[in-house]
C-alpha cells in the first residue's frame, strides 16, 4: 500500500497520509483509480494493446447494472499467473488429511498448465465452453482451471461434499464439455470413496465429451488419466487466449437453499483488477508470502486464494477436515509450511479457543504476518483471543464480501489499525454506505449496507439471464422509502454500521432481521455474546411474526460436550445478552438443539428456517444445499410445537 502511494505521488497524485482520504479519491475518481492500479501493476504487459488515455478507456459507463470496465482492453487472466514463472520455490502445495504432500515448482507450473490446456483443445474445448470440476481442494484443481481460463473457455467448480444430483444441479446448468473428478478424498480420519458419485455426475451431463481423473482413469476412452493429460499436450504450444475485458472467467453459484443455484458470471478483467487489489494492496501479498485460506472448490474463497499466484504468491492447498484429528491441525500446517498470510472461519477460531489452544506457544509462528477470517462475523473476543493466543500484535481481517463480487467489500488492510469485532476499512474503490430505509446515509447507527456506484468485479450477469431481470432483481430493484436514490445501488443485504473512523461492524443479514417492538437488532451481535460462553458451541436466534402481530424470538444452542443447558446456564445467557447488548435481544427462551442448519460454505439458514418457524407451507429447501437437511424438520417440528 505504501508503494502504490509512492507511485500515486510518482505520477503527480497525492491524496494525503490517511487511509480514509485515499479511499475517498478511489471512489470519487474511480476511472483514475483503476488507471493507476493498472499502472502500478504494469498490466500493459498482458493486454493486447496499451492502454489509451482518458476516463472512458477505463469506465465507459457508469450505470449499474451495465456499467462497462476498459472497454477495449482484451487480456487472459493466466498471462499474469505466467509472469511469475521465473520465481524459485513452489507455487502450489498441496496437503491432505494424511499430511502427505506434493509441490508444483514455478518453472512446473506454465508447462503443466500448456500440456493440459493442448489436451483440452484435442478434446474440442475453445473460446466460451465451459470445463466444470467435482474434486477436492488440490493443486491439480488449480491447474484444471488455469488450463481451462487459458483457452478462453469458462470454468466452473464443485466440491466433492456434494451428492452427484446436487452437483448436477448446478454444473448441468452449464453444459460442460469436459469435466474433471477425482475418486476420493479422506476427510475427519475417513476414506471418501467419490469413483460412483463422479461417474454418475458425468452420466448427468448430457453435453459432456470427455471426463479427466485425478488419480485414477480407465478402459473407456473418454475417461483420461489427469497426469496423461497433461503428458499429451505439447508444453511449448501455450499462449492463452486474449479475450474481452468482461468475457466470462468463471461461474460461481449461490447457495441454492431455496430455489435452483443462480449461476454467477464473472469476467477476466474485472477479477485481474479486483484481486490485485484486494490480495496485493490490503493483504500486502508479494512474491516472497505464503498464502493458506482453509476453503472447498464451491465456496469463493477458493478462486480468492488463486489470487496469491496472481502476485506470485505460494498457495497453499489443504484437503482435509481443519479440525481432525483435533483443532491444532492448520496451526501445525501454517507452522509447517512458514504461512504468512492464513486464512480461517470464526468457526476454526472458536474451536481452537474451547480446546483451551496456544498455538504461539506450540508452534513456531515467527513467519505469520496476518490472519483472515470470513464465512461469518469474527466476534470481539476471538480477536482478543489471537492476540494473547496466536500472535501478540497480529494484523487481523475480518471481511465482508461474497460470492456475488468474488471479494471483499471491506476488510483489514496492511498498516490500518485493528478494532476487536471491526472491520477496519472500506476497501478502495468500494463505495460502501450504510442507509436508513429513506436512503440517507448513517455513521454510527446501524443501516442497510450499499454499494453506490460499480466495482469492476460486479457479475458480468447471470448464467442464462439474457435479459438481466434475474440480475436485477437481486440487486438493484429494493424499494426505498420516501423518494429513494436517483439510481440503482447494490445492497447487499446486510445490517452494518459505518464507525465516524471509516471501520465498520456487521450484525447480520437484514433479510433474517430480528425486530422487537420496531427496533431493528442484528444476529451477529447476539451470536459473538452467546458463542463466547464456554459451554456453547454454536448459537442460532431466529425472529418469528405469528398472527396478531405477536413475536417469538427463540435462541437454538449446540453445547460443547460435557456442558448441560440448566436453569443457571439459560440464566447466564440472559443476563450476558442484558448487560452486554440490551434487555431487548434477551430472547425469549433458549433451546438446546441437535445441530443448526448451514449452507455448504458455513452460513447459518436463518431466513429459511425462521419462514418454517412461522409455518409457511411454501418454503422449500434444497436438501443438496444444506449440510444437514435431517435438521429441517426438526425445527419445523419446533415451530409446530410452539403456543402462540
Request: proline letters at 5%; glycine letters at 12%; aromatic letters at 8%.
Amino acid at each position: 500500500m505504501d508503494e502504490f502511494r509512492t507511485h500515486l505521488r510518482d505520477n503527480g497524485i497525492d491524496v494525503g497520509d490517511t487511509y480514509e482520504a485515499l479511499w475517498q479519491w478511489s471512489v470519487d475518481q474511480p476511472a483514475e483509480f483503476w488507471r493507476s492500479l493498472w499502472q502500478f501493476y504494469d498490466l500493459d504487459v498482458i493486454a493486447e494493446k496499451p492502454l489509451a488515455e482518458g476516463a472512458d478507456a477505463v469506465l465507459a459507463n457508469s450505470e449499474m447494472p451495465g456499467a462497462r470496465w476498459f472497454p477495449d482492453i482484451r487480456l487472459n487472466y493466466v498471462d499474469q499467473i505466467l509472469r511469475h514463472s521465473g520465481l524459485p520455490g513452489a507455487a502450489i502445495v498441496g496437503i491432505d488429511e494424511t499430511g502427505a504432500r506434493s509441490e508444483i515448482s514455478w518453472a512446473e507450473l506454465g508447462s503443466a498448465v500448456a500440456g493440459l490446456a493442448a489436451t483440452l483443445r484435442d478434446l474440442g474445448v475453445g473460446e466460451g465452453d465451459v470445463v466444470a470440476a467435482y474434486l477436492p481442494h488440490i493443486p491439480e484443481a488449480v491447474v484444471a482451471f488455469l488450463a481451462t481460463a487459458s483457452l478462453g473457455a469458462i470454468w466452473s467448480g464443485c466440491g466433492q461434499d456434494y451428492a452427484p444430483v446436487g452437483a448436477a444441479g448446478r454444473l448441468g446448468q452449464l453444459e460442460p464439455k469436459v469435466l474433471f473428478t477425482a475418486d476420493g478424498y479422506r476427510y475427519n480420519g475417513k476414506d471418501i470413496d467419490k469413483a460412483a458419485d463422479s461417474a454418475e455426475l458425468a452420466s448427468l451431463l448430457p453435453e459432456l465429451r470427455a471426463r479427466i481423473v485425478v488419480g485414477g482413469g480407465g478402459d473407456d476412452a473418454d475417461v483420461l488419466d489427469y497426469r496423461d493429460a497433461v503428458a499429451a499436450g505439447d508444453p511449448t504450444t501455450l499462449q492463452p487466449v486474449k479475450v474481452a475485458f468482461d468475457h466470462p472467467l468463471w461461474v460461481l453459484f449461490s447457495s441454492g437453499t431455496t430455489g435452483r443455484p443462480k449461476g454467477i458470471v464473472h469476467g477476466h478483467g474485472g477479477v485481474v483488477v479486483e484481486h490485485l487489489k484486494a490480495a496485493g494492496l490490503h493483504g500486502g501479498l508479494g512474491a516472497d508470502d505464503v498464502f493458506l485460506w482453509q476453503t472447498a472448490l464451491s465456496w469463493m474463497m477458493w478462486n480468492f486464494q488463486i489470487a496469491g499466484l496472481l502476485v506470485g504468491s505460494k498457495i497453499v492447498c489443504y484437503s482435509g477436515s481443519p479440525l481432525y484429528p483435533d483443532a491444532d491441525r492448520l496451526w501445525q500446517i501454517v507452522a509447517d509450511e512458514k504461512v504468512t498470510y492464513f486464512g480461517t472461519s470464526p468457526g476454526q477460531l472458536q474451536a481452537s479457543r474451547k480446546a483451551g489452544l496456544v498455538p504461539g506457544r506450540d508452534h513456531d509462528l515467527s513467519a505469520l504476518r496476518a490472519l483472515g477470517s470470513t464465512g461469518s462475523s469474527l466476534a470481539g473476543d476471538l480477536f482478543t483471543w489471537v492476540d494473547e493466543n496466536v500472535k501478540a500484535g497480529l494484523p487481523i481481517s475480518s471481511i465482508s464480501g461474497g460470492t456475488d463480487v468474488v471479494t471483499a467489500f471491506a476488510g483489514g488492510s496492511v498498516g490500518e489499525p485493528v478494532v476487536a469485532g471491526e472491520l477496519s476499512v472500506r476497501y478502495l474503490g468500494v463505495a460502501l454506505e450504510s442507509w436508513a430505509p429513506d436512503a440517507t446515509t448513517r455513521v454510527g447507527e446501524v443501516g442497510e449496507m450499499v454499494v453506490t456506484a460499480p466495482m469492476p468485479s460486479m457479475p458480468v450477469g447471470f448464467w442464462r439471464d439474457d435479459d438481466g431481470s434475474r440480475y436485477r432483481s437481486a440487486y438493484f430493484e429494493h424499494v426505498w422509502e420516501g423518494s429513494g436514490p436517483d439510481g440503482p445501488v447494490w445492497r447487499h443485504g446486510d445490517w452494518v454500521t459505518l464507525t465516524d473512523r471509516g471501520s465498520l461492524v456487521i450484525h447480520g443479514r437484514s433479510d433474517a432481521t430480528l425486530n422487537r417492538q420496531g427496533i431493528r437488532m442484528g444476529s451477529a451481535d447476539i451470536y459473538e455474546v452467546v458463542e463466547g460462553l464456554d459451554e456453547i458451541a454454536e448459537a442460532f436466534v431466529l425472529g418469528v411474526d405469528g398472527e396478531g402481530g405477536t413475536y417469538w424470538m427463540p435462541l437454538f444452542v449446540t453445547l460443547v460436550p460435557g456442558a448441560t443447558l440448566d436453569d443457571a446456564l439459560r440464566g447466564r445467557i440472559a443476563a450476558e445478552i442484558r448487560r452486554r447488548l440490551s434487555p431487548r435481544h434477551v430472547p425469549d427462551e433458549v433451546i438446546e438443539a441437535p445441530g443448526i442448519p448451514h449452507t455448504r460454505t458455513g452460513k447459518k439458514l436463518e431466513v429459511p428456517v425462521t419462514a418454517i418457524l412461522a409455518g409457511h407451507d411454501e418454503v422449500n429447501v434444497d436438501p443438496k444445499a444444506v449440510d444437514d437437511y435431517s435438521l429441517i424438520d426438526w425445527y419445523a417440528e419446533r415451530g409446530r410445537e410452539h403456543s402462540w
